[in-house]
């Protein structure tokens, strides 16, 4: 007879080392793999691209570079992404219930995106292999699954007949289904989605996914939930903003479409939810928008950024990375928690972002703009050192 495992709740001090300490124990370990502040410094002074292989030679990133001949920010890019794979596919391996199923949500959104970005590739005529380059590692099917998503005709028939054939055995077509329901039952079925639906449909796509990780983080229990939650919480309102600010000019901003098609684009969790939501349904332009997050404290002063843009260099997006990684970080400094493998990888991808950034204004000879990125674990951050510098 096998012994069942122990069930321990995420955060449990008398279990949790027991059956995910080890994986815990990599990922806090892998936070010294983050760039510094003096590797920052020293790749902002390069002149060539040669100069930043040779910097990144002796941090991290030597392995994963050591074998370009020529580097170019969208090769450091891939290269960069293929290393923080198999970091976290390592990580993957040595994961039981529940960390194992944790990680699998992480990877569900690379999913969506991919899923996204066959079916708009498609519509635009781009060539299968060059779409299948593009996409995310961490959010792959089997070759077959991934040749078989852009076949399917652009059509409301043809997306039912996707998800029927190929999404339903995979771990993001119950968001699909949930889609599919939800136009049905608004009567839109009938609908050509063209490239713009495409959007609509990956933002619905994003909501759900969101709705599901955070209903399993609060299962957990524990400081998982409440680190988790806090991020999750903060990820739906970045999407609720986003969606509202990116929707003027479009359809979506028409007023029949506020209160049904965009309102239901909003995940029904967050800062904002209910009661801010409400209020994004109605707004008509950045003036009302901004009325609203200014009821907000954690959110007036990233829109304050937004409408004061060009007078320092920074973008709403800018602020938001700024807010992501203050909070990224935090979620290192609790312990026998979930948070920090999610962290991880998102700290892992600012600090991609950031590299290719650095590169490109190397490559383009735009030095004065080098220092707009968003450094990891920096000394030199405005929480720790109340620096004004900008950042990206």
């Known amino acids: 007879m096998t012994t069942p495992a122990p069930k321990s709740t ?12 080890f994986p815990e124990a990599l990922v806090r370990g892998m936070r010294s793999s983050f760039l510094a502040d ?28 050591a074998d ?16 923080l794979v198999t970091e976290f596919q390592y990580l993957r391996t040595q994961a039981i219930e529940p960390l194992s199923t944790f990680l699998d949500f992480i990877t569900y959104e690379y999913m969506i995106e991919n899923v996204m970005l066959l079916l708009k590739g498609t519509l635009s005529g781009r060539d299968i292999n060059e779409l299948i380059a593009q996409c995310h590692p961490l959010g792959m099917f089997k070759e077959s699954t991934m040749r078989s998503i852009p076949t399917f005709e652009s059509t409301p028939r043809g997306y039912q007949d996707l998800y029927q054939t190929v999404l339903v055995d995979t771990p993001v077509g119950p968001y699909f289904s949930l889609f599919l329901q939800e136009a049905a039952g608004r009567g839109e079925v009938s609908n050509v989605l063209e490239e713009v639906e495409i959007e609509i449909i990956k933002s619905s796509l994003i909501k759900f996914w969101i709705e599901d990780f955070a209903k399993f983080v609060d299962s957990l229990g524990g400081e998982t939930a409440t680190i988790m939650g806090d991020l999750l919480k903060v990820r739906a309102d970045t999407n609720a903003i986003n969606i509202t600010l990116n929707s003027f000019g479009t359809p979506l901003n028409e007023p029949a479409m506020r209160a049904s098609d965009r309102k239901r684009l909003y995940p029904a969790l967050g800062h904002l939810y209910p009661a801010g939501t409400s209020m994004l349904a109605d707004v008509g332009d950045e003036d009302e928008l901004g009325r609203v997050l200014e009821l907000f404290p954690q959110y007036s002063s990233i829109w304050n950024v937004h409408a004061s843009s060009g007078s320092d260099g920074k973008s709403i997006d800018d602020a938001f990375y700024e807010r992501d990684v203050q909070m990224l970080e935090l ?23 950031n590299l290719v950034w650095v590169s490109e204004c190397i490559l383009q000879q735009q030095k004065e703009e080098i220092h707009k990125f968003v450094p990891v674990f920096s000394f030199n951050a405005p929480w720790r050192a109340g620096s004004n510098k900008n950042r990206r």
């Not at 995420?10 to 300490?21: D, E, I, S, T, Y």
């Not at 691209?49 to 570079?65: H, M």
């Open 331 to 353: 979620a290192f400094e609790g312990q026998m928690h979930f948070g920090a493998f999610y962290a991880y990888v998102k700290l892992k991808e600012q600090e991609i972002r």
């Open 10 to 21: 995420p955060g449990n001090m008398a279990m949790f080392n027991v059956l995910h300490g």
């Open 68 to 83: 370009m001949n020529t580097l170019i920010p969208t090769g450091l890019q891939k290269a960069a992404v293929e290393k």
């Open 38 to 65: 003096a590797d920052y410094h020293h790749l902002t002074q390069c002149d060539t691209l040669d100069d930043v292989k040779l910097n990144l030679s002796e941090t991290d990133y030597g392995d994963a570079v």
